[in-house]
T-cell receptor
Framework: NAGVMQNPRHLVRRRGQEARLRCSPM?????VYWYRQLPEEGLKFMVY????????ESGMPKERFSAEFPKEGPSILRIQQVVRGDSAAYFC?????????????FGSGTRLTVV | LAKTTQPISMDSYEGQEVNITCSHN???????ITWYQQFPSQGPRFIIQ???TKVTNEVASLFIPADRKSSTLSLPRVSLSDTAVYYC????????????FGGGTRLMVKP
């Protein structure tokens, strides 16, 4: 079974450009979560999606950030007009409908650098 | 969501047993205790989860006292490759409950 796949692994953008981060959940997982991790800090929840629906976006900045999880294809985290403060590691996790005893599965992350 | 408190960092030597304690005084009846491990430049990896008493798997043991206000992750005979950040999380065991990560404990294993 392939794990949670994130791409690209590294992304460099100039200030003002757009960044698109992709996440393909594990097979059979219908729940996707995005987290952001600043250097030397813990992970901060951003948004929780199910297929075609945003369930909770309480951790996502109101401006410039958006997320989707279409019926077909990966989940996308989109950051418009990036600024230096957006530089961070962005992790995606997925879970099945019922988490049971094995928790959530994380991808290896996308490291965004804004120059 | 219950707040967790754990040491910022710990040092150990290869072959030693490491115990990392997490305090969660406000844990709710439905909450499970879950530990994740994160290596540099990687996403967190699930280690172990428990509700009460003791849970053991091939990687670690988790000890939870009767009042459940704390828990201890035990790593037997650590190696250099166990150097990582360890996060203690408390919450419902249901999909859709986003994980709340604290600062974690940075474990440094020395030769």
């Amino acid at each position: 079974n392939a794990g949670v796949m994130q791409n690209p692994r590294h992304l460099v953008r100039r200030r003002g450009q757009e960044a698109r981060l992709r996440c393909s959940p594990m097979k059979g997982h219908s729940h996707v979560y995005w987290y952001r991790q600043l250097p030397e800090e813990g992970l901060k929840f951003m948004v929780y999606l199910q297929k075609e629906n945003i369930i909770d976006e309480s951790g996502m900045p109101k401006e410039r950030f958006s997320a989707e999880f279409p019926k077909e294809g990966p989940s996308i985290l989109r950051i418009q007009q990036v600024v230096r403060g957006d530089s961070a590691a962005y992790f995606c996790a997925s879970s099945p409908r019922v988490v049971a005893n094995y928790g959530y599965t994380f991808g290896s992350g996308t490291r965004l650098t804004v120059v | 969501l219950a707040k967790t408190t754990q040491p910022i960092s710990m040092d150990s030597y290869e072959g030693q047993e490491v115990n990392i304690t997490c305090s969660h005084n406000n844990i709710a009846t439905n909450d499970y205790i879950t530990w994740y491990q994160q290596f540099p430049s990687q996403g967190p990896r699930f280690i172990i989860q428990g509700y009460k008493t003791k849970v053991t798997n091939e990687v670690a043991s988790l000890f939870i006292p009767a009042d459940r206000k704390s828990s201890t992750l035990s790593l037997p005979r650590v190696s250099l490759s166990d150097t990582a950040v360890y996060y203690c999380l408390v919450g419902y065991n249901n999909a859709g409950n986003m994980l709340t990560f604290g600062g974690g404990t940075r474990l440094m294993v020395k030769p």
